[in-house]
């Protein structure tokens, strides 16, 4: 009997001493930590490196599924003119026929379903319109120590480098639906307006009235969708969606939870919950719960998005102490960082009509009647489905007070009505008239589900209302007669506010702050997705956030963000550009922390410490401070095994899609070292 025991311990110890531990977890395989992940993986071949995804596979490059049903060698995200047709689809439908294929709520983070933020591999770069904008000068200078102007523009630049960036997506290097863009561009000059390259917004451009600019887009050169997938992921994701590297392992349909700390603010592992689908808009859904552990002088980086990252940090006991009744349920706060999730912010949007009697507004959903456009696409890469929706856009000031261009119009030769008809008409066009120096920011905060809740940032401060306002009723009655081949069709359809006329100032007002939507069809509070400053970056220690040296989150001594949660408002551009920068500069500091030639601990002293074990101590299974319901927006795919036990797991289990549960290029060796352990143990019970 007590030979028996030994043995039986012995054998625990050798199964024990094959279990994975990780020296990096990502959280996220977003547009953030994509970039991160690449240089991380690359840069430390020796270390291994988890990554928690909440979606998986999402391009036909690495490993996506989802084909549009006019080519077996394409998926939705990598046709630029599918942009429209995935994200803000409630319902999915995945039924092939004439027009497209839902896939919206496969691909929706259930945690912010308020809203439509992507989940996959690549993140909301894989769901967006790919505008590459850099934060104009005059924002960034007001950013901390080392993420000024000059700290950043040789990132963007990098980016540039690294991507394929141009104007004239089409592989003929032609631009499409011009007809209104045309017209446009003859409103924008007759204003005093140049045409520029806004792919960074300079000083000069920050003194001027106004300028415009045709849609700088980022492809992958062979007018597909790129930038992240070709600039980073296809180095480390092979094209069925498994790691290159043996020191990667991805966990798909993996939503984070939390992270465990111990009471010195270490990171000691991450909670998780596997699914078995991707589709999973309800609550109940929250899968399989699994810890991976950290190793001793390993790190956590969060890249789960601007809504989600500073929700794993309240579940996670991190947060501005003694608010926590007020910003969920079953919150506990024991590292006090008052800036976590304090100034969510979002651009703020209106929809106009305007009609164009020589132009005829684009269907891209209408696969019949593009059929011709479809055939130029898929054998040459030409054509309106190289291109995203905006074909022009302009910055202008609300009024001669503003210090610099403070409005953008994005124009799209779309209807404003969308699907329904009564707000349709075929000569009839999108503008969007989008706030882009945002007054309004408000603290995120978490339902009884441990969703995130719908922000108080929309028209909620009267500055944002009358700068809209302004601008509305410049556009409408100042630059717009400069065509008299333009028409206005004052919101959609030019029938849904018969009562109001555009040409006096408080009717733009009321058609501002009267509402949303009218039959479903948005006009006004329109939520941009372009979500910062959750967990800023912040100079000043006391105030929380993160520390601009080193990404760690105050309070914590191995808990890093990346993602849009760093950038305090204004940020008047759309964040894409600046998040993929960012995450260069990211890269290279946390490649000087990992390398021990930068602090680990932050320039400056954390604002508060733990005053208690963490929530869950150092015990994995300890329920979590928040609802273990919610998770992370990160991209991914099911799995049966805990990271932070073998790595011998079922290749066999596939998500719906057909994808392996988790992807590790390093599974051989942990099969061969568990097998070893035990064939050590039938050798002694054999004896």
């Known amino acids: 009997m007590k030979r028996s025991l030994s043995l039986l311990l012995l054998c625990a110890t050798l199964l024990i001493c ?19 992940a690449s240089r991380l993986v690359q840069q430390f071949p020796e270390k291994q490196i988890l990554v928690l995804d909440a979606g998986g596979p999402t391009s036909v490059k690495i490993g996506g599924t989802d084909k549009v049903p006019y080519s077996n060698d394409l998926c939705y995200v990598d046709v630029p003119g599918e942009y429209n047709n995935i994200a803000w689809k409630a319902v ?40 590459f904008q850099s934060v104009p000068v005059n924002n960034m200078d007001n950013w901390p120590t080392g993420w000024k102007s000059s700290d950043l523009l040789p990132y963007y630049q990098k980016v540039i480098q690294n991507t394929f960036v141009t104007p004239t997506p089409s592989k003929d290097g032609k631009n499409y639906l011009t007809d209104i863009a045309d017209a446009m561009r003859t409103v924008f000059k007759a204003s005093g307006y140049n045409e520029v390259d806004t792919t960074i917004l300079t000083s000069e451009l920050g003194q001027t009235n106004g300028y415009f600019s045709r849609p700088y887009l980022v492809t992958d050169g062979n007018g597909q969708r790129g930038g992240i997938v070709d600039g980073y992921l296809t180095s480390i994701i092979d094209a069925n969606g ?8 991805i966990v798909n349909l993996a939503k984070v939870s939390r992270v465990i700390i111990d009471a010195t603010g270490t990171a000691t592992g991450v909670e998780y919950y596997v699914r078995t ?162 007054k309004a920011t408000s603290q995120l905060k978490l339902n009884s589900d441990g969703f995130v809740t719908y922000p108080s940032v929309y028209f909620t401060n009267a500055i944002d209302v009358d700068a809209v306002t302004d601008a509305l009723y410049t556009f409408l009655n100042t630059m717009l007669p400069k065509n008299s081949g333009l028409r206005v069709i004052f919101g959609p359809g030019g029938v849904s506010h018969p009562e109001l006329d555009p040409t006096k100032r408080e009717d733009c007002k009321t058609y ?25 970056l912040l100079q000043d220690a006391a105030a929380g956030g993160v520390d601009p040296a ?12 990346v993602d849009a949660s760093l950038y305090k408002p204004p940020t008047a551009a759309h964040p894409v550009a600046t998040v993929m920068a960012g995450a260069e500069r990211a890269s290279d500091l ?45 991209p991914g795919t099911p799995s049966t095994t805990t990271p932070g036990q073998s790595t011998t797991v079922p290749r066999s289990e596939e998500t719906t899609s057909g994808t392996p549960a988790v992807r590790d290029a390093s599974s051989a060796s942990a099969v061969v070292v568990t097998n070893f352990a035990l064939f050590i143990c039938s050798l002694f019970f054999m004896l």
């Open 242 to 249: 498994a790691p290159k590297q043996a020191n990667l392992k």
């Open 18 to 36: 094959s279990a994975q531990e990780y020296d990096l977890i990502l959280v996220g395989l977003g547009t953030a930590n994509s970039i991160v």
């Open 550 to 561: 080193t990404l760690v989150v105050r309070g914590t001594t191995n808990i890093h963000v």
């Open 277 to 438: 689908t991707q589709q999973d808009l309800q609550p109940a859904q929250q899968g399989t719960k699994q810890t991976a552990t950290v190793k001793a002088g390993g790190r956590v980086i969060l890249g789960a998005g601007a809504l989600v990252t500073p929700k794993i940090l309240y579940q996670s006991g991190i947060g501005p102490k003694g608010q926590e009744a007020s910003l969920g349920t079953g919150l506990n706060f024991v590292i006090d960082n008052p800036a976590v999730g304090s100034i969510l912010t979002d651009h703020i949007g209106i929809q106009v009509g305007l009609g164009y009697s020589a132009g005829t507004n684009y269907n891209y959903g209408d696969y019949t009647k593009n059929a011709a456009d479809l055939q130029s696409y898929t054998s040459s890469r030409n054509g309106p489905y190289s291109q995203y929706a905006p074909v022009i856009f302009a910055h202008m000031k609300s009024d001669a007070n503003q210090a610099h261009p403070n409005i953008e119009v994005m124009v799209n030769p779309v209807s404003t009505g969308g699907s329904n008809a009564a707000y349709t008409a075929s000569d009839e066009f999108q503008v969007l008239l989008i706030n882009m120096d945002q």
């Open 512 to 536: 501002i702050t009267g509402g949303s939507s009218k039959d479903g069809v948005p006009y006004s509070n329109m939520i941009m997705n372009h979500f910062t400053g959750t967990v800023p």
């Open 92 to 131: 999915g439908n995945y039924s092939v026929g004439n027009f497209l294929t839902l896939l919206g709520d496969k691909y929706k983070v259930k945690e912010a379903s308020f809203t439509w933020q992507g989940m996959g591999y690549g993140g909301n770069s894989q769901f967006n319109g790919m505008l």
């Open 590 to 634: 946390l490649i000087q922390v990992l390398s021990g030639s930068a602090p680990t601990t932050g320039s400056t002293a954390a604002p508060g410490t733990p005053t208690s074990a963490s929530p869950a101590g150092t015990t994995p299974t300890t329920a979590a401070p928040g609802t273990p319901t919610s998770a992370s927006p990160a």
